[in-house]
T-cell receptor
Framework: GENVEQHPSTLSVQEGDSAVIKCTYS??????FPWYKQELGKGPQLIID?????GEKKDQRIAVTLNKTAKHFSLHITETQPEDSAVYFC????????????FGRGTSLIVHP | NAGVMQNPRHLVRRRGQEARLRCSPM?????VYWYRQLPEEGLKFMVY????????ESGMPKERFSAEFPKEGPSILRIQQVVRGDSAAYFC??????????????FGSGTRLTVV
C-alpha cells in the first residue's frame, strides 16, 4: 500500500517568513495530492490540492509543487501570519485504488508574531 | 466543517463500557469515512461506508469495533469494552461519491474519546 512520509514534524517561523513542508510517497499510481490544515479542536480542512499532471499550483500565499519522478510534493506558505499556525497534513490518493487517501503524520507550524 | 456533524464532541467512558460515535454526512453525500487520530500522529483510516454497505474496513480492528451507515440516520462507530488505548480523536468525513477529488471530501470536527 501507499506510504506517505512528512517532514518536519514541527516548524517554527517568524511572522513574514516562508514555511515549507515536504512529503514523499511510495506508490507511483498515486495521482492526487491534497493538503489539509487542522486548527486546534477542529477537523482538517482542505486548503489546496494538486493532480499528477500538474507540476505546481498556487493560491494566494499558498503553493504546492509536485515532482513525480522523485515522488515528492511540497507545501509552500509565503508571508506567514500568526493565523497560519496549525497542523498541516499532506495526503496521497490513487485513482486506481480504493479511493482512500493515505495521510502523512502532520507538521505543527508555529508562526511567532 | 459545519456540514459534517459529529456528536458528541467529547465522550468519557470507563474501561469496559461501550462508546457510540455518530456522524451525519453533508447533505447530498452518500459516502462516509471514519479516521482515528492519536496525539502527535496523523489520521489513520478505519472504515469506508456507503448507505447500508461497508465498502472497506481494512483499517478497523477486528475485535470490539464496528461501524454502520443505515438507510436512515447517521453513521455510527461503535467501540465495545473500551480500553485506555482507544482514547483518541475520531473523525468522520463524507464525500458525494467514489472517485471524486477530495474537494468534495469534508471532515467533521471530531469526537474526542477519553477512556478512564
Amino acid at each position: 500500500g501507499e506510504n506517505v512520509e512528512q517532514h518536519p514534524s514541527t516548524l517554527s517561523v517568524q511572522e513574514g517568513d516562508s514555511a515549507v513542508i515536504k512529503c514523499t510517497y511510495s506508490d507511483s499510481a498515486s495521482n492526487y495530492f491534497p493538503w489539509y490544515k487542522q486548527e486546534l479542536g477542529k477537523g482538517p480542512q482542505l486548503i489546496i490540492d494538486i493532480r499528477s499532471n500538474v507540476g505546481e499550483k498556487k493560491d494566494q500565499r499558498i503553493a504546492v509543487t509536485l515532482n513525480k519522478t522523485a515522488k515528492h510534493f511540497s507545501l509552500h506558505i509565503t508571508e506567514t501570519q500568526p493565523e497560519d499556525s496549525a497542523v498541516y497534513f499532506c495526503a496521497a490518493l490513487s485513482r486506481g485504488g480504493s479511493y482512500i487517501p493515505t495521510f502523512g503524520r502532520g507538521t505543527s507550524l508555529i508562526v511567532h508574531p | 466543517n459545519a456540514g459534517v456533524m459529529q456528536n458528541p464532541r467529547h465522550l468519557v467512558r470507563r474501561r469496559g463500557q461501550e462508546a457510540r460515535l455518530r456522524c451525519s454526512p453533508m447533505k447530498g453525500h452518500s459516502h462516509v469515512y471514519w479516521y482515528r487520530q492519536l496525539p502527535e500522529e496523523g489520521l489513520k483510516f478505519m472504515v469506508y461506508l456507503q448507505k447500508e454497505n461497508i465498502i472497506d474496513e481494512s483499517g478497523m480492528p477486528k475485535e470490539r469495533f464496528s461501524a454502520e451507515f443505515p438507510k436512515e440516520g447517521p453513521s455510527i462507530l461503535r467501540i465495545q469494552q473500551v480500553v485506555r488505548g482507544d482514547s483518541a480523536a475520531y473523525f468522520c468525513a463524507s464525500s458525494p461519491g467514489q472517485g471524486r477529488l477530495m474537494r468534495g471530501y469534508t471532515f467533521g470536527s471530531g469526537t474526542r474519546l477519553t477512556v478512564v
